[in-house]
């Protein structure tokens, strides 16, 4: 069975919490399931990421966002009233 696994940060290196939680989630997961992770990222993955997230993943999709960009959607967050998690994350060409 396929599963799309989504997270806001590539899973590794494990440095954090967020990307421990996710790592050792995704190494279970992949005993019963094809995993396809799909991560949204604000600089460009360890190289050695998508070697040690192959041995989990079917395919990896990582989208990277420029602070620039980030910055841009907070500020368009605040003056909507959309949660600022929500517009940090925002990127409409993830919709494609």
């Not at 599963?3 to 997961?29: C, E, I, N, Y």
């Not at 995993?35 to 192959?54: G, M, Q, R, S, W």
């Not at 999709?61 to 420029?66: D, E, G, K």
């Amino acid at each position: 069975m396929k599963l799309l696994f989504v997270t806001s940060r590539v899973p590794w290196p494990l440095d954090k919490g967020d990307k421990l939680r996710a790592f050792h989630q995704l190494k279970d997961l992949s005993k019963k399931f094809e995993v396809y992770l799909f991560c949204i990222n604000e600089l460009p993955p360890d190289p050695k990421a998508t070697e040690v997230l192959k041995k989990y993943c079917k395919e990896i999709h990582i989208v990277n966002m420029s602070k620039i960009r980030v910055l841009f959607n907070l500020v368009n967050a605040y003056f909507t009233g959309t949660p600022l998690q929500v517009g940090y994350f925002y990127n409409s060409g993830i919709q494609n």
